[in-house]
């Protein structure tokens, strides 16, 4: 079973950037897409960006240009370059892969990093 596991969290003032990286333990060309949630105390995880794994990208309304989500398969890791950083951006983000089988769908997470904008 594949394991993934976030880094690159931490405390960012307002319009500043931060890059999230997500290591997957085996090939993440293993998985349809990946994609990277974020969830605050008390709402739903919801989706940040995705990308597939012909490279396809979507994004959530509110981060679209702010927010870049790439993969390298050679290191098995996705980034999620974060600029001109918000304070509702503040949340747990957390990286996510999915496998499709017949009529199934597999989700595997990270177990999330934190990000906290604030002056």
């Known amino acids: 079973q594949v394991q993934l596991v976030e880094s690159g969290g931490g405390l960012v003032q307002p319009g500043g950037s931060l890059t999230l990286s997500c290591s997957a333990s085996g090939s993440i060309l293993s998985f349809n897409a990946m994609a990277w949630y974020r969830q605050t105390p008390g709402k739903e995880r919801e989706l940040v960006a995705s990308i597939t794994s012909a490279g396809s990208t979507n994004y959530e309304d509110s981060v679209k240009g702010r927010f870049t989500i790439s993969r390298d398969n050679d290191k098995n890791t996705v980034y999620l370059q974060m600029n001109s950083l918000k304070f509702e951006d503040t949340a747990v983000y957390y990286c996510?892969?999915?496998?499709?089988?017949?009529?199934?769908?597999?989700?595997?997470w990270g177990l999330g990093t934190q990000v906290t904008v604030s002056s």
């Open positions: 996510n892969g999915f496998q499709k089988g017949r009529g199934t769908r597999t989700d595997y």
